[in-house]
């Protein structure tokens, strides 16, 4: 669904004011060009799980509108995002979270991280790297062969679109009427997301669930922070690079 007016904005703030708050049920991915404090957001997708909806804000079209336009008694989008008991839940969130703070003053609050997730519930000594999300759907998601092929094909015709090395321009985010590809694009970045999520976080034990919590907050505060670099080479890298870790009787000790 598609929200570009200020009255469809209203309408996904109540949807999202009615969510469950004791279970992570709200996804969301941002698109734009070089997205981040140096470039310009474009779309955000929200995947309402329980709805088995999808909602593509527009914000290129609505700016400040997309997050301050309140309800009667006075919820933004905004606020939502900010709120620490809807849980939003994203897949590396670093340059989703500088690019709201430095262009809207989003400062994000009550959010995971997938990426840091599967990170976490890697064997010990397998940490030093973080993957991609085409990596974990292909590798990991507990999907049938013909659904990742679908996926496979979407993710192509979208890359192909915006990808400069593949011949497109990040501009497309902001052409209108959206393209049906890009918008498909959208939607297959977030609707996986629930099946990951699940599988991760269901491998971390107490101690390891506590860490990437903290190190979550952690990337939002250094995302908001006047030194965050948005295309820094050391982002490839574990939050947990250095520490060993082993097993005994089925829990994690630093050594």
């Known amino acids: 669904m598609l929200v570009d007016t200020e ?4 309408t996904l703030i109540g949807v999202l004011q009615s969510l469950p708050r004791d279970s992570p049920c709200l996804y969301v991915d941002l698109e734009g060009i070089r997205l981040s404090r140096h470039g310009s957001i474009s779309l955000i997708t929200f995947f309402v799980q329980p709805r088995n909806c999808v909602y593509v804000v527009d914000v290129h079209k609505l700016q400040s509108a997309a997050f301050n336009t309140a309800t009667a008694d006075g919820i933004t989008l905004k606020s939502v995002l900010e709120s620490p008991g809807i849980i939003k839940v994203f897949f590396d969130l670093r340059n989703d979270s500088d690019a709201l703070y430095h262009h809207f003053g989003v ?5 995971e991280d997938i990426q840091l997730m599967e990170n976490a519930a890697r064997p010990a000594f397998r940490r030093r790297y973080v993957n991609g999300l085409d990596r974990c759907i292909t590798n990991d998601a507990p999907i049938s062969p013909a659904e990742k092929c679908n996926w496979k094909s979407a993710k192509e015709k979208g890359l192909k679109l915006f990808h400069p090395s593949k011949g497109g321009s ?3 985010f ?4 959206i393209n049906t590809d890009i918008e498909r694009y959208c939607v297959i970045d977030v609707q996986f997301l629930p099946l990951l999520r699940n599988l991760y976080w269901g491998r971390l034990n107490s101690t390891w669930k506590i860490k990437v919590m903290e190190e ?3 990337r939002v505060r250094n995302s ?3 030194a965050y670099q948005p295309q820094s080479d050391d982002k490839k890298f574990g939050p947990w690079e250095g520490v060993q870790s082993v097993i ?6 630093e050594v």
């Open 248 to 253: 005994l009787s089925n829990r994690f000790f």
């Open 107 to 111: 400062r994000l609050c009550g959010v």
């Open 216 to 218: 979550t907050e952690k």
């Open 170 to 172: 990040y501009d497309v």
């Open 224 to 226: 908001q922070s006047p």
């Open 7 to 10: 009255p469809s904005v209203l």
């Open 174 to 177: 902001n052409e209108r009427p």
